[in-house]
T-cell receptor
Framework: LAKTTQPISMDSYEGQEVNITCSHN???????ITWYQQFPSQGPRFIIQ???TKVTNEVASLFIPADRKSSTLSLPRVSLSDTAVYYC??????????FGRGTSLIVHP | EAGVAQSPRYKIIEKRQSVAFWCNPI?????LYWYQQILGQGPKLLIQ????????DSQLPKDRFSAERLKGVDSTLKIQPAKLEDSAVYLC??????????????FGPGTRLLVL
């Protein structure tokens, strides 16, 4: 199982770009990297997924270097509503999905 | 498309009582997961079904927890008897079972359990 390491918490201000990095040194060749967002009193919600290089959608970008041992979730111009816990998951099909403690992002006015 | 439904949303019981949670996954999703999320921690997988078969239940405390997936669709998770440390949010998720690690899980709102 490719375990992940993320910062426990981050602080930012409205309008700034936030980058959250996840380390996954033991990622397997066929593993995808998936990020989820969780608001209080809600279940996690899929944000973005990638395998290599860069993926962008309407919510975020995901940067994956060539060695794939880490990934960075980028949230452009955050707002107060982006305050949440962000989890990165690696490899789901053959392993027990393991969320870890995630990164608690607090966006200040 | 309707999301994952769970009920009840909240439940308060006394220790040693029993409780059951219900989950209705997204239509057509073959894989169903039950997670336990204790305050301040990430979700912890309890059991994973594919259709009506168990894929993994290695982290399910089988002396008190049980789960079934009726006809490969709805699922129930039961705790009997409950302990104080079972106080948590119980999340149900489903996924289409793409057969790759690109699988994406869709979560329900969860059931918040308080054991007194």
């Amino acid at each position: 199982l490719a375990k992940t390491t993320q910062p426990i918490s981050m602080d930012s201000y409205e309008g700034q770009e936030v980058n959250i990095t996840c380390s996954h040194n033991n990622i397997a060749t066929n593993d995808y990297i998936t990020w989820y967002q969780q608001f209080p009193s809600q279940g996690p919600r899929f944000i973005i997924q990638g395998y290599k290089t860069k993926v962008t959608n309407e919510v975020a970008s995901l940067f994956i270097p060539a060695d794939r041992k880490s990934s960075t979730l980028s949230l452009p111009r955050v707002s107060l509503s982006d305050t949440a816990v962000y989890y990165c998951l690696v490899g789901l099909d053959y392993d027990i999905p393991t969320f870890g403690r995630g990164t608690s992002l607090i966006v200040h006015p | 498309e309707a999301g994952v439904a769970q009920s009840p949303r909240y439940k308060i019981i006394e220790k040693r009582q029993s409780v059951a949670f219900w989950c209705n996954p997204i239509s057509g999703h073959a894989t169903l997961y039950w997670y336990q999320q204790i305050l301040g921690q990430g979700p912890k997988l309890l059991i994973q079904f594919q259709n009506n078969g168990v894929v993994d239940d290695s982290q399910l405390p089988k002396d008190r927890f049980s789960a079934e997936r009726l006809k490969g669709v709805d699922s129930t998770l039961k705790i009997q008897p409950a302990k104080l440390e079972d106080s948590a949010v119980y999340l149900c998720a489903s996924s289409p079972n793409l057969g790759t690690s690109a699988e994406t899980q869709y979560f329900g709102p969860g059931t918040r359990l308080l054991v007194l």
